[in-house]
């Protein structure tokens, strides 16, 4: 894809939103299988189950990071519209090699740091603002940033403090949902495939789910 072609498409706020809804759909589905088999297997736990387990729930946090990072940048370039700018650099012979958006308010250090896109979101929306409140919201970004930007790629992350127990995710990621949402309602994919699924939020999933490994 030429870099004329990636340009229009990264200015599309639905383009965002979508890609967003994907993502939490795939993490949705991951976690789901995962703290169903545990709940099967309980009775005969193994270092092999355990490890599979723990790093499905790895695994789900950096979709879920890469969704809530996605609809934010997606929400950013909806309501900011011309003062967005995306920083594109490619070969001579047009070919992609990286791009990065650049907007008012947000240091290009923080661009993927999802504390810093919440709340720039937060500034135009009281809904975000009041949830980014909760005693537990800020901590939660941190660890899925940190999931996004080091534990996914590196053998070591720079701040072994930040990782929680999965039982803590699965708490805390009523609060993700919420705020994904928040921010996908309006999207016509949110409308046209509907919510994500919800099992996880019921006591069974969460019960089944508070048994996984610590930290």
């Known amino acids: 894809m030429k870099?004329?072609?990636y340009f229009q498409l990264v200015s599309n706020s639905e383009a965002w939103l979508?890609?967003?809804i994907g993502l939490r759909a795939a993490a949705d589905r991951l976690l789901e299988t995962a703290v169903t088999q545990r709940s099967i297997e309980e009775t005969r736990e193994s270092f092999v189950n355990d490890f599979a387990y723990c790093e499905a729930c790895e695994a789900a946090k950096l979709l879920y990071g890469?969704?809530?990072e996605t609809a934010l940048k997606g929400i950013i370039v909806q309501r900011n519209g011309s003062s967005v700018g995306v920083?594109?650099?490619?070969?001579g012979e047009g070919k992609l090699i990286s791009v990065k958006l650049r907007t008012s308010g947000l240091n290009p250090a923080q661009?993927?740091?999802l504390c810093a896109l919440a709340r720039l979101v937060a500034e135009e929306n009281r809904a975000v603002s009041l949830m980014l409140r909760h005693v537990r919201m800020t901590p939660l970004l941190d660890e899925l940033s940190e999931a996004v930007l080091w534990r996914s790629r590196?053998?070591?992350?720079?701040?072994?403090a930040a990782k929680t127990g999965n039982g803590s995710f699965l708490e805390d990621r009523r609060l993700l949902v919420r705020?994904?949402?928040?921010?996908q309602k309006d999207s016509v994919w949110f409308r046209f495939l509907g919510k994500p699924g919800t099992r996880l939020g019921s006591e069974r999933y969460t019960r089944a789910g508070l048994a996984g490994c610590s930290p």
């Open 111 to 113: 661009g993927n740091h």
């Open 87 to 91: 920083e594109v650099e490619m070969t």
């Open 179 to 183: 705020l994904l949402d928040e921010l």
């Open 3 to 5: 870099a004329s072609d």
């Open 18 to 20: 979508y890609r967003s």
């Open 66 to 68: 890469l969704s809530l």
């Open 154 to 160: 590196y053998p070591v992350s720079p701040d072994p």
